[in-house]
Every structure is written in C-alpha cells, then in structure tokens.
C-alpha cells in the first residue's frame, strides 16, 4: 500500500513564506510524476505545479516566479516552496503521485495525500 504524508501547511501573513512536503511511504518502482493541487472552498481542485521524472516543471500562471516544486528521488519526496504568498493562495493543498507500484505493473496508479490547510492571512 502507497500513503502520501504531507506536512508544512498553517497560518501565515500575506508576503510570507511556507514549504510543503509530501513523502511517500510503501513500495513504489518508478514514479512518472509528482503533483501539487489545491482547492480552496466552494472551487474546483486545481493543479498547482508538477515535475517528472525527467525533472521538467511546469507552474499554473497564478504562481509562476512565486512558488517551486522539487522532490528527493531517493526518499520519494516532493516539495513545494511558496514565496510571496497571497491571500487568494488560501486552500487545501493536496499532493499526487502517479507510477508504476511494481516493476512488472503494466500500467500507472496515481496516489493522493490527506491535504494540508494553507491559509494566508492579509
């Protein structure tokens, strides 16, 4: 069984700084992508940012220059930092990640996190 255990969420005053984490536990062979959502009350779950396993990023327009995924291979943990935040950043934060559980495992699962409450305050 594969759990995400994210971490790093709270209150924090507009223009500060939070850093997400998100670490996988349990077996997983290969993981083709690490995701960042959030979804704020009364919106539709939306994609922050992502990175493959290549290293290749890509940021939704709302965040660019602010925020920046990374991730540890080697622990199977991905990492959001988030600079310069804003009020309108309030959500839940979710991560997933989406690979192959077993070498023989002919097609990808994603797996999804608990969510993290991030509230900035003005």
């Known amino acids: 069984q594969v759990q995400l255990v994210e971490s790093g969420g709270g209150l924090v005053q507009a223009g500060g700084s939070l850093r997400l984490s998100c670490a996988a536990s349990?077996?997983?062979?290969?993981?083709?992508?690490m995701e960042w959502y959030r979804q704020a009350p009364g919106e539709q779950r939306e994609l922050v940012a992502d990175?493959?396993?290549?290293?290749?990023?890509n940021y939704a327009d709302s965040v660019k220059g602010r925020f920046t995924i990374s991730k540890d291979n080697a622990k199977n943990t991905v990492y959001l930092q988030m600079n310069s935040l804003k009020p309108e950043d309030t959500a839940v934060y979710y991560c997933?990640?989406?690979?192959?559980?077993?070498?023989?495992?002919?097609?990808?699962?994603?797996?999804w996190g608990q969510g993290t409450q991030v509230t900035v305050s003005s």
């Open positions: 997933r990640i989406t690979g192959r559980r077993f070498s023989y495992s002919t097609s990808s699962s994603s797996y």
């Open positions: 349990g077996s997983i062979f290969s993981i083709n992508v």
């Open positions: 990175v493959d396993s290549g290293g290749s990023t």
